[in-house]
């Protein structure tokens, strides 16, 4: 079975920083696309970076130049690290990746979510 177990969640006051893991464990054969999202009380989940199988990233405006994705493919795991944050960086954070399985199935996985709370 495939999971996603992602780490590195908390509080932390204006201006500090935080750094997520995301460990992808299971028969996994292919580790491609993965990607962060941010959900809000109420709200749809939206996309905070994403990176490529081959290491190309991208960022939600909100968040470039504060935020960097990265990936280790040897260890199928994934990280955000987060700088100079701020009150309206306060979410829950998912981690989301395509795997191919070694049984050959190519699926879309999330992890169960991690607190980052920006408070004073």
């Known amino acids: 079975q495939v999971q996603l177990v992602e780490s590195g969640g908390g509080v932390v006051q204006p201006g500090g920083s935080l750094r997520l893991s995301c460990a992808a464990s299971?028969?996994?054969?292919?580790?491609?696309?993965m990607g962060w999202y941010r959900q809000d009380p109420g709200k749809q989940r939206e996309l905070v970076a994403g990176i490529t199988s081959g290491g190309s990233a991208n960022y939600a405006d909100s968040v470039k130049g504060r935020f960097t994705i990265s990936r280790d493919n040897a260890e199928n795991t994934g990280y955000l690290q987060m700088n100079s944050l701020k009150p309206e960086d306060t979410g829950v954070y998912y981690c989301?990746?395509?795997?191919?399985?070694?049984?050959?199935?190519?699926?879309?996985?999330w992890g169960q979510g991690t607190q980052v709370t920006v408070s004073s």
């Open positions: 989301n990746a395509v795997l191919k399985t070694t049984l050959g199935y190519r699926g879309n996985y």
């Open positions: 299971g028969s996994i054969l292919s580790f491609y696309a």
